[in-house]
Structure formats: structure tokens, C-alpha cells
């Protein structure tokens, strides 16, 4: 089983994003560890278990969020049975009162202080459940560690409890104190109680960031081999603050991740091609792996149109090392419902939309030459 620690700046998700919609919303040091290779960055693509190659994932934030064990089972089991190798689960949950907070929570922020939750039908013994199934079903986890939106408690918590508004919570020292301290919770976490159990391929330090990650790149590389930076940007607005190409030229991120919603950026949906192969040519430029990291359309419909078109751009006219749908689906036994517009439904029959959109496509990923010239 093969695992790492990956943590880039202010998004830490094997990504530089350019931005999505969900509505809750690294130079590489090889190391290892009891016989086992961490997953590394290999020219512009990923080496995981010794192998460099082009791969498919999903997006299953919800997953360190149900109180169901065999829920996560459900769900890991049909992502292993896609062929993904990553699936990407929200590692933040915050709350500024315990008392009043009907989900699963990680932490608790106030103005008295910073307060984990290490309830294990509550609190991080959720993500605790989620890591070792990973581990159970072979699936490598991306954790972003902070949302940049309100929902499951991001930078707002932080705000409510410290002081200060969205954008001095980069300098803000008592929010930036709790924030690398829930950080060093999760890796230290991570490390002791999970140790060679670890399916973890990458942290990451902020859901859809808004400013530039030089200070974390620095600080973290002390706690994790590589990092990976995040580009927040909306289309070409950079209504988020962030620079994709900037922040990928940074020396201590080894990698970038966008995202890609035409819908709601209003673009075309034959714009995504191009916004992808633009992406392609910054990491291209700048020699390091890209990442489609979200990508979407909001009814099946337009799924089946245009999710190929988008695939088959990745596959045949771009060297985007993986790629992520937004998001994995599946109907529980107990009615939970986690999903939004854009999810994707597993379905194991032959020749599903499904078994075309998701496991066709991992397949076809898994298969693509592990050579990196476009």
C-alpha cells in the first residue's frame, strides 16, 4: 500500500484551483517508510507504488462527514471497483458551538480557544473511519484541511472565534495559530494512529484559496515531503486573488490543480476544452504535473454530452497528469443525501452512463503511455 504527505499551500490538494461551485463547499522528496514508496511527482506526472502514470479520480467530500461506517464501506468499495486511484474527502469540520451543531465536527473555535473533537461517532473518529477504509480498499485520499466557503466550517469559524474578516485571516496571528495548529493535529494524527495504515496521498491546506502560498509552502515543507498550490481563480477574473502561473513557478510546489464549471462561470461547455488545454500549457511550461481536479456539468444529460469531449481533451490532446469529477454518488440503504446537481451515480451495469463516464475513463487513464510530451 502505498501513501504520502502531500501538503500545498492554501489549497494543499494536489492542485492550483481555479475555482467551483460545490455548494459546502509540492520538488518532491522521495521517502519511505516500513519497505513502502510514497507517491511522488515524476517529471509532469505521478509516480504511486513505484509506477509513474497517468490516473483518474473522484471527489467524495461528504465521506469523513457520514455517521454510518457501512456507508463508507458502500462508497469505497464501488470507487476501488471504478478504477480510481484517489478520492478526495473534505479533512475540515468546524464549529464555533458544539452545543447547537447537528453534523459531524472536527473542531470547535471560540473566543476561549481551539477545542478538538475526538468523539468517535462525532468528531475525527469519522475521518479516523474514512482513512482506514481507504487503506481497506486501496484508494489514495486527498484532505484539503480548510474551506474557503462558509459551509462544514471554513475560514469563517476561524473569523468568528478570533476576530478579523475573510482576508486578514492570512495575517491575522490567533486565526493563523489555530489554523496550522489543527494542521500539525491532522498530520501528527495521521502519522501515530494511522501510521503504515496511511492511504493518504495528499493534504491540502485550503479548499478554493484566495491568496498566494509562499509563507505556508515554506513552513510546511518541514512537516511533508511535497506541496502543491492553488490557483482560486474564477475563469480569467482572478476575482480570487490567486496567479496559477505564479504560483506554480513557486520552487517549493511540485504541482497544480484547476477546477472547471463553464455552466456557472458562464462559458460555453466547448470552452472547457480549451480551458484545459490552457492549463496543460502552463504546466508544460513550467516542467511540473496540472491536475483537473473538479470538473462538472449540472444535469445527466449534459454529462453525457460534454463529459466525454472534456475526457477525451485530457486524454488524447493534453499530458494533465488526472483528472477528478465532481462528484461520486451513491444511493445508501439509509437515505442519506449528501449530493448536489452535479453528482454522477454509481451504476455497475455494462454500458451505464456511468460505467462510460467514470470506470470507462479510469480505465482508459490507467492505460494512456506514462509519457508527458504534449
Known amino acids: 500500500m502505498f501513501f504520502v ?18 455548494p459546502i463547499r509540492e520538488n518532491t522528496v522521495e521517502i519511505e517508510a516500513r519497505g513502502t514508496t510514497y507517491p511522488s511527482v515524476s517529471g509532469r506526472l505521478f509516480n504511486i507504488g513505484g509506477k509513474t502514470q497517468y490516473f483518474s479520480g473522484t471527489n467524495a467530500w461528504y465521506l469523513g462527514h457520514l455517521t454510518s461506517n457501512s456507508d463508507v464501506n458502500q462508497a469505497m468499495s464501488q470507487i476501488a471497483a471504478s478504477g480510481f486511484k484517489t478520492a478526495r474527502v473534505w479533512g475540515f469540520g468546524s464549529t464555533n458551538n458544539a452545543a447547537t451543531e447537528p453534523n459531524v465536527y472536527y473542531q470547535v473555535l471560540n473566543s476561549s480557544g481551539q477545542y478538538f473533537n475526538m468523539d468517535a461517532n462525532t468528531g475525527i473518529g469519522r475521518l479516523d473511519y474514512v482513512v482506514s477504509a481507504a487503506k481497506t480498499y486501496g ?7 480548510l474551506n474557503n466557503f462558509d459551509a462544514l466550517g471554513g475560514i469563517n469559524t476561524y473569523t468568528t472565534a478570533f476576530g478579523g474578516n475573510h482576508t486578514s485571516f492570512y495575517t491575522d496571528s490567533r486565526s493563523q495559530a489555530a489554523y496550522k495548529n489543527y494542521i500539525s493535529f ?11 495504515h496511511l492511504g493518504v496521498h495528499h493534504l491540502g491546506l485550503h479548499q478554493i484559496p484566495g491568496r498566494e502560498p509562499h509563507g505556508l509552502a515554506r513552513r510546511r515543507r518541514l512537516a511533508a515531503p511535497s506541496y502543491s498550490g492553488s490557483d482560486g481563480s474564477y475563469a480569467y477574473s482572478g476575482y480570487e486573488g490567486v496567479d496559477f502561473v505564479k504560483n506554480l513557478a513557486i520552487k517549493t510546489l511540485d504541482y497544480g490543480t484547476f477546477h472547471m464549471y463553464p455552466d ?8 472547457g476544452s480549451t480551458w484545459i488545454a490552457q492549463h496543460n500549457a502552463i504546466g508544460k ?37 488526472a483528472d477528478a469529477f ?38 482508459a487513464m490507467a492505460a494512456k503511455a506514462a509519457t508527458a510530451t504534449l
Open 186 to 196: 491532522i498530520v501528527n494524527r495521521l502519522r501515530l494512529l494511522h501510521h503504515n
Open 264 to 271: 456557472s462561470w458562464g462559458y460555453n461547455y466547448s470552452w
Open 285 to 321: 511550461a513550467a516542467g511540473k504535473p496540472v491536475v483537473l481536479e473538479e470538473y462538472a456539468a449540472p444535469s445527466q444529460a449534459l454529462r453525457v454530452q460534454w463529459m466525454p469531449v472534456w475526457q477525451d481533451t485530457v486524454l488524447k490532446r493534453t499530458s494533465v497528469a
Open 5 to 22: 504527505y502531500l501538503l500545498s499551500l492554501w489549497y494543499l490538494s494536489l492542485s492550483l484551483v481555479d475555482g467551483a461551485p460545490a
Open 139 to 145: 484508494i489514495q485520499l486527498v484532505l484539503p484541511l
Open 326 to 363: 465532481w462528484q461520486f454518488a451513491t444511493e445508501f440503504a439509509d437515505g442519506v443525501d449528501p449530493y448536489d446537481e452535479y453528482a454522477l451515480y454509481w451504476n455497475g451495469t455494462a454500458g451505464s452512463d456511468y460505467q462510460v463516464l467514470g470506470t470507462g475513463h479510469a480505465k
